[in-house]
Nanobody, 115 residues
Framework: QVQLVESGGGLVQAGGSLRLSCAASGRIVSIINAMAWYRQAPGRQRELVGVSRNRGNTYYGDSVKGRFAISRDNAKNTMYLHMNDLKPEDTGVYYC????????WGQGTQVTVSS
């Protein structure tokens, strides 16, 4: 089973940028067909942010389209979430997982965007 560790979160002002990392072990990222980023805002359900497929296809939720981008570094077995033009509504805990997700959720990484 793949183990996932997210990092890179922090406090940033609106309009700023962050890059989140998802380090995988136990299974090579490059052979996982679809990996995704999810987030959970306080008091809300976890939601899908974006999906990266091995063919290079990506999908982004409407709220982040044009601002966020997912990339993979197969040599490092790592997936990234590049977040630009951050907004206060992007605040939450960000998780990575396969898509559809397994039960192996990591601790997530907190992103807080101040206005």
């Amino acid at each position: 089973q793949v183990q996932l560790v997210e990092s890179g979160g922090g406090l940033v002002q609106a309009g700023g940028s962050l890059r989140l990392s998802c380090a995988a072990s136990g299974r090579i990222v490059s052979i996982i067909n679809a990996m995704a980023w999810y987030r959970q805002a306080p008091g809300r359900q976890r939601e899908l942010v974006g999906v990266s497929r091995n063919r290079g296809n990506t999908y982004y939720g409407d709220s982040v389209k044009g601002r966020f981008a997912i990339s993979r570094d197969n040599a490092k077995n790592t997936m990234y979430l590049h977040m630009n033009d951050l907004k206060p509504e992007d605040t939450g805990v960000y998780y990575c997982n396969m898509h559809p997700p397994g039960n192996n959720w990591g601790q997530g990484t907190q992103v807080t965007v101040s206005s």
